[in-house]
Structures are given as structure tokens and as C-alpha cells.
């Protein structure tokens, strides 16, 4: 081989292993990427949806806790009648508070399956009013309308005559494995149902907590979904085998450790439709803990109850529009954005762009007329009232030429730009972020 061959095989090597490289990081990637339309889609609507709306008790729980005898819960089930179910309109209303995905309950705790499962008849298909599958036409409305499908999934059914726990002082026994595979076996079916008729872009696990994974068979309820849909996301609640956090009713005070994670929230104190419960959190709190958690790079999972014939309340419909005019005034600053300053920088939530040269600047009220920003290295080029456009004077202080410290900007902000709930400003900065 002369010079030249030599040096033209060893490019085509070279070129080769950069080939290899590129293919490999871009598969790396795909892996990675699994998760990117969660953490862009920072609003998700939960739907708990059941049997427990007739009487407008707790889901599940009254009986388990003894409030109301087994019997009497299960009555309900000829009052579910789903007799204005409009899943168009359910969609219409999620899509309009800029979610980009919902999570509807399949089976709760008490076993009542929304789908006709094959498995048993306790299904509102076989045994309410109702008389049809729920969950096929919602799950189709929202793929119509480009959002993803979120499917709730009870791992534990206090229903299931093979299952070992009932109620709270009861149970139907403590060891025995024949039963205990009579119940796996049910419970995978119905997942393998879920995944198979329904293949939804999130599975929302729940009840874990009363069985290690192994009795679960997490790894092969994760392996089952994962074969199906290589892409699909779990969240935390299979025991150990999912893929983000899921901290429930309480707002985390500091950023959480975990990379994903998604707070769900009842507007009220009940997950489901319960008439009597009137402690509604009113549209700018909830926009406030919204604003709060995506500061904190979570989503937040808000939820509703609709009544038994599937109309949803109207002072639920009223937060779900409130928010929607807000996130759509704001969706810049929101969707696709990331978490946002450490503490310390500014006194509120912030988000920052994907690429990082914006900062996004969320305060209530007036603010003292400015806002104050410390420990950022980069100039701002330009700051804007986001879904208002008016451009804001900016002044910097405490950077003189020889000091390499971040200065102190002042942001003036007047009244005539503030929104009636949550005011946002956008900071465009010179480059890349860059914190002191
Ligand atoms: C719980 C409860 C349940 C509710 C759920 C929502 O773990 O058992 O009733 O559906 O959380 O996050």
C-alpha cells in the first residue's frame, strides 16, 4: 500500500468510527428523549372518574375505612349512569387550559373497571347504567386533538375475590398462593388489556404501596408496557420500576432531587365529585402552585371529579377556564421551558427557555413597581411582559468595570402591563445563562 492508500483507508476508518459514534449517541438520544414531551408539557389534567360520585364519597377509601359498609359502596353502582358523557367536550375543556396530556381513572381502589375488561364482570359496562365503555372514546377524543393519553391503573383491588386485603380491619387471607396467582394473573390481564385496546403514552400506577414488586411483578409489568410501546412513560407507583416522581398534595419547598417529577392536586379536598366539598382553591392560587412547581422543572397534574352522569362542575370548569386564558397568554414562558433560578436570585418562581437565554420572571401583584434580580452574570438584552409585548426599562447596579461579579437588575414594571392573576417577564440575555 502506498502513502496515499494508506491515508485514504485510514479517513474511510476514521470516517467509520465517527459514523458509529454519531449513530450510537443519536440511539442514546432517542433513549433520553423518551421523557422530553413530559418535562415540555408541564400541565396535565387528572380525571378521577367512578362509581364513588353517585353517593359523592371518597373514592374507594369510605369503604375500605369503614364509613360506609362494602355493600352499600357498590350500590352506587346503579346511579353511574353516564348519561351527558361528552368525552369531545371533557377534551375542548383540557385543551383549552393548555395541558398536553390527561390522565383519566381506568379502576380505582374499589375495582370498577371504566373499559369492558374481559377479566370480571365488575365493569360499568356489565354492571351500571351506563352500559358502555368509557375510557375507548376519550382516549380517542384526545389523540384527535393531539394530546397524550394518561391511563390510571389501581395495582390493588380490595374487589378482586383473590385479593388479599378488603378493609381496613379485614382480610381475606394472609397466605396463599394459589389466590395470589389467580390475582396476578387478573391484574396483568387487565394491564395487557390497557396496553393492547388503549396503548396509552403514560400509565399512572397506584396502590403499590400494599405489595413488594416482586408480588407486583413490576419488572414484568415495565417490560409488558415497554415491549408494547418502547416510548411509553410510568410514572413512580410500581414499586420502584417507574419513571418519575409523583409527590401527591403537597408542594415541594425546595427543588426535588429527582429529575421528573409531577405534582397532583385536587382543586378541592376530594379527588373525585363530592357536592358537599366546597374548599375550592380559587384560579390564582392554583395558578400560583402551578407557576411554583414548573419553577421547580415539575408538572402539575390538576384534578377533577366529574359527576356520575359525566358532566363536570362548573366551579371546576371555571379554575380549568381561569388557567387557560392565563397559560395561553403565557405559554412562552411555560411550555418547553425548563426549571427555573436557584433560590436566592429572585423573590418568585422563574422557568428558564430550553436553550437557556431566557429567564422568565413570575410575580403577583405589583412587585414595589420593580423587580429586583441578583447573581446573574449574563447582560439582558430586552425585557418584555410576556403576552403583552410592552418592552421595560432595565438598570443594573453594583457592576463596575474591574469586578467580575454579577450586578443587581432592576426591572420597572408599571401597572397598566400586570395581569389580573400573574404577571410574566422575559428576559433575553446576551448568551447562555450564566449564575454567579
Ligand atoms: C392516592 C389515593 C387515591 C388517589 C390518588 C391520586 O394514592 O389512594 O385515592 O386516587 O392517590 O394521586
Given at each position: 500500500m502506498n502513502l496515499k492508500e494508506s491515508f485514504k483507508s485510514r479517513r474511510f476508518l476514521v470516517g467509520l468510527l465517527l459514523a458509529l459514534i454519531t449513530l450510537t449517541s443519536v440511539a442514546q438520544q432517542k433513549s433520553n428523549n423518551r421523557m422530553t414531551w413530559f418535562e415540555d408539557a408541564r400541565l396535565g389534567i387528572f380525571i378521577h372518574w367512578g362509581i364513588y360520585?353517585?353517593?359523592?364519597?371518597?373514592?374507594?377509601?369510605?369503604?375500605?375505612?369503614?364509613?360506609?359498609?362494602?355493600?352499600?359502596?357498590?350500590?352506587?353502582?346503579?346511579?353511574?349512569?353516564?348519561?351527558?358523557?361528552?368525552?369531545?367536550?371533557?377534551?375542548?375543556?383540557?385543551?383549552?387550559?393548555?395541558?398536553?396530556?390527561?390522565?383519566?381513572?381506568?379502576?380505582?381502589?374499589?375495582?370498577?373497571?371504566?373499559?369492558?375488561?374481559?377479566?370480571?364482570?365488575?365493569?360499568?359496562?356489565?354492571?351500571?347504567?351506563?352500559?358502555?365503555?368509557?375510557?375507548?372514546?376519550?382516549?380517542?377524543?384526545?389523540?384527535?386533538?393531539?394530546?397524550?393519553?394518561?391511563?390510571?391503573?389501581?395495582?390493588?383491588?380490595?374487589?378482586?375475590?383473590?385479593?388479599?386485603?378488603?378493609?381496613?380491619?379485614?382480610?381475606?387471607?394472609?397466605?396463599?398462593?394459589?389466590?395470589?396467582?389467580?390475582?396476578?394473573?387478573?391484574?396483568?390481564?387487565?394491564?395487557?388489556?390497557?396496553?393492547?385496546?388503549?396503548?396509552?403514552?403514560?400509565?399512572?400506577?397506584?396502590?403499590?404501596?400494599?405489595?413488594?414488586?416482586?408480588?407486583?411483578?413490576?419488572?414484568?409489568?415495565?417490560?409488558?408496557?415497554?415491549?408494547?410501546?418502547?416510548?411509553?412513560?410510568?410514572?413512580?407507583?410500581?414499586?420502584?420500576?417507574?419513571?418519575?416522581?409523583?409527590?401527591?398534595?403537597?408542594?415541594?419547598s425546595k427543588r426535588p432531587t429527582e429529575k421528573q417529577w409531577e405534582l397532583c392536586m385536587t382543586m378541592n379536598d376530594s379527588w373525585g365529585y363530592q357536592g358537599n366539598d366546597t374548599n375550592y382553591k380559587s384560579s390564582l392560587q392554583v395558578i400560583r402552585i402551578f407557576a411554583e412547581c414548573i419553577g421547580m422543572g415539575g408538572n402539575l397534574l390538576l384534578d377533577i371529579g366529574p359527576k356520575p352522569d359525566g358532566t363536570i362542575p362548573e366551579e371546576q370548569q371555571q379554575v380549568l377556564r381561569d388557567l387557560g386564558r392565563w397559560t395561553a397568554k403565557h405559554q412562552e414562558a411555560i411550555f418547553g421551558t425548563r426549571a427555573g433560578l436557584p433560590e436566592g436570585h429572585f423573590a418568585g418562581p422563574t422557568t428558564i427557555s430550553r436553550d437557556s437565554t431566557m429567564v422568565y420572571l413570575f410575580f403577583t401583584g405589583d412587585s414595589g413597581g420593580e423587580l429586583m434580580l441578583e447573581g446573574v452574570k449574563n447582560r439582558i438584552n430586552k425585557a418584555v411582559v410576556i403576552g403583552n409585548g410592552t418592552t421595560l426599562g432595565t438598570k443594573e447596579f453594583l457592576r463596575p468595570s474591574w469586578s467580575s461579579h454579577a450586578g443587581v437588575w432592576f426591572i420597572k414594571v408599571p401597572e397598566e402591563v400586570l395581569d389580573e392573576k400573574m404577571t410574566v417577564v422575559g428576559l433575553s440575555l446576551n448568551g447562555k445563562l450564566e449564575l454567579e
Open positions: 360520585s353517585v353517593n359523592g364519597i371518597d373514592e374507594s377509601w369510605s369503604f375500605f375505612n369503614g364509613y360506609i359498609p362494602y355493600d352499600e359502596y357498590m350500590k352506587q353502582l346503579n346511579g353511574f349512569t353516564a348519561s351527558s358523557y361528552d368525552p369531545e367536550a371533557w377534551v375542548r375543556l383540557i385543551r383549552q387550559t393548555g395541558a398536553r396530556y390527561a390522565v383519566l381513572t381506568t379502576k380505582h381502589h374499589d375495582g370498577v373497571a371504566l373499559w369492558e375488561t374481559k377479566q370480571s364482570r365488575l365493569n360499568v359496562v356489565d354492571s351500571t347504567p351506563a352500559g358502555r365503555d368509557l375510557v375507548k372514546p376519550f382516549v380517542r377524543a384526545l389523540r384527535k386533538a393531539d394530546l397524550k393519553v394518561g391511563l390510571y391503573y389501581s395495582l390493588l383491588d380490595w374487589s378482586h375475590p383473590d385479593y388479599p386485603n378488603f378493609t381496613k380491619n379485614e382480610t381475606r387471607y394472609e397466605a396463599d398462593s394459589a389466590r395470589w396467582e389467580r390475582f396476578v394473573k387478573f391484574n396483568h390481564g387487565q394491564i395487557n388489556e390497557i396496553t393492547r385496546e388503549f396503548n396509552p403514552d403514560l400509565y399512572w400506577f397506584d396502590g403499590d404501596w400494599e405489595q413488594s414488586a416482586e408480588r407486583w411483578r413490576a419488572p414484568e409489568i415495565r417490560k409488558m408496557i415497554l415491549e408494547n410501546n418502547p416510548s411509553a412513560i410510568i410514572n413512580s407507583r410500581l414499586a420502584g420500576y417507574g419513571d418519575y416522581a409523583t409527590p401527591e398534595q403537597g408542594l415541594p
